[in-house]
């Protein structure tokens, strides 16, 4: 019973007769060499192993496998926003290879790292400009706490059950999934967790948006009103799943916060740079955080980089409770690695002058056209999207909401259909999530909907 309840949220089962068919079908002599290789020398991650094939290379909006078979990913773990294996990219990574400026140490800087910090405070919401760069979205978790906590002088900390900001220590204590916490006793104290407005399932009942977004709220106030060491809340604009919040949910969040003197962190690591139709998801609503965390799209997946940025008035709000320091508490040996930081660059120039998000405009439309014969689907009890997020909840019975049983893995048997047909989609729970690389041509998007659509309708009618 633990394991269904820990993989509800993330992931799907690795260990299913579903998984041993696909292994059985879809490994060759060469690839089963080296998946057995893997399982032997790997730490597993329960997540990610056994893993599900070898790869051989990527390009734009598909992987490819040792045996030369393709396959369309809309999970790409949300980093693939340029496509896979960009020529613009690529080429900007090796100039940066042939420059023999490689890897700065922690007491320097470099042009690209500093190109690329100029270059974030001018496409991210007003006041965020300064930055600071580290490998991976966790870390980027990581810091943003640590500053909150330091400029504020408190410890405690507001996030969302159900919500995923991390496998780090103190970002697994604010992800609100037992999963990446359970079995590891006590984590960082004082961090609250409370509901996330989910307007198709909430434990009220509710059908009206606007009851659904109170009842959050006055939990947040609650919490802010009775433990009055509070830092900051984090949360992602869009949940992964995703839900979108009514417009004014999070500036009735912000409100809060600063009535309270607490923080607001926005973790755009999936949502950031165009998933949504705008480059960051925040701008939907207009709200600017304190603190922002980025990550996956930043450099396309290329290299590891995030970035953790705030305003010039948290910073000086720093400076003047630590005027003996004069900078922030944090050390890493990879910030502003300048391969990272030219690969991102790299990517952001792609997004100016191929004017990305005035294209995509024109694939949301079409997926968002294509998506509503889902609904007529008996077990498709909810379809909802924010730009390149979607999310197609899948349900026993459409007039009661009521889900399939964990034991039946529906979410996992429909992504094990679609993947026989040459596509990748993530289920977290019995939710199909879609996250189409923003390159992806519309012949694709077509595919993408209609192999979803049949492997919907064969696993559940």
Known sequence: MKESRFNREQGDSNTTPGREKYWEGNLSVEARKWFEEDNRYFLHQNLSTPVLNVLARAH???????????????HGNGVHNAGFNNPDI???????????MTFCPRRYTNIPAVSLAKKLSEITPQG??????????????????????????????????????????????????????????????????????????NPWGFTDRSDVDAECLRQIELVLRREPEMAALIGEPISAKPVV??????????????????????????????????????????????????????????????????SERIFEGFLGRHEEFKTF???????????????????????????????????????????????????????????????????ADKDSKQPFAP??????????????????????????????????????LEKVCDITFESIRAVVG
Not at 60 to 74: F, N, P, Q, T, V
Not at 90 to 100: C, G
Not at 154 to 183: C, L, N, P, Q, Y
């Open 407 to 444: 034991e039946h893995r529906i979410g996992h048997m429909v992504t094990m259909a679609a993947r026989r047909s040459g596509l990748i989609i993530r289920p977290l729970g019995d939710v199909i999530v879609l996250m189409p690389p923003l390159a992806i041509s519309l012949d694709e």
């Open 128 to 201: 965020l400009s300064r930055s600071l760069f580290c490998p991976g979205g966790s870390e980027a978790i990581e810091m943003a706490l640590k500053l909150a906590k330091q400029v504020t002088g408190r410890f405690k900390t507001i996030s969302f059950w159900d919500s995923f900001h991390g496998a780090g220590f103190a970002a697994a204590s604010v992800g609100g999934e037992e999963h990446f916490h359970g079995g590891l006793g006590p984590m960082v104290p004082g961090a609250f967790h409370v509901e996330f407005p989910n307007y198709y399932r």
């Open 245 to 310: 919040p009514s417009r004014g949910f999070w500036e009735g969040v912000k409100g809060l916060c600063d009535e309270y003197g607490a923080l607001l962190i926005f973790d755009e690591i999936i949502e950031g740079f165009g998933r949504t139709g705008k480059m960051f998801a925040c701008e939907h609503e207009e709200v600017v955080p304190d603190i922002m965390c980025l990550a996956k799209g930043i450099s396309g997946g290329y290299l590891p980089l995030a970035a953790t940025l705030t």
């Open 60 to 74: 734009g909006a598909c992987i490819e496998d040792l045996d030369g078979k393709s396959y369309i990913d809309m």
């Open 329 to 395: 508490f944090h050390g890493h040996t990879y910030t502003g690695n300048p391969l990272a930081c030219a690969a991102a660059i790299a990517s952001l120039e792609i997004f100016e002058q191929e004017q990305v998000l005035d294209e995509l405009q024109g694939k949301i439309d079409y997926l968002t056209k294509r998506l509503q014969p889902f609904t007529s689907l008996d077990h498709v009890g909810d379809v909802r999207e924010r730009g390149f997020m979607v999310g197609i909840e899948l349900v």
């Open 90 to 100: 690529i080429a900007a990574v090796r100039k940066q290879l042939d420059s023999e």
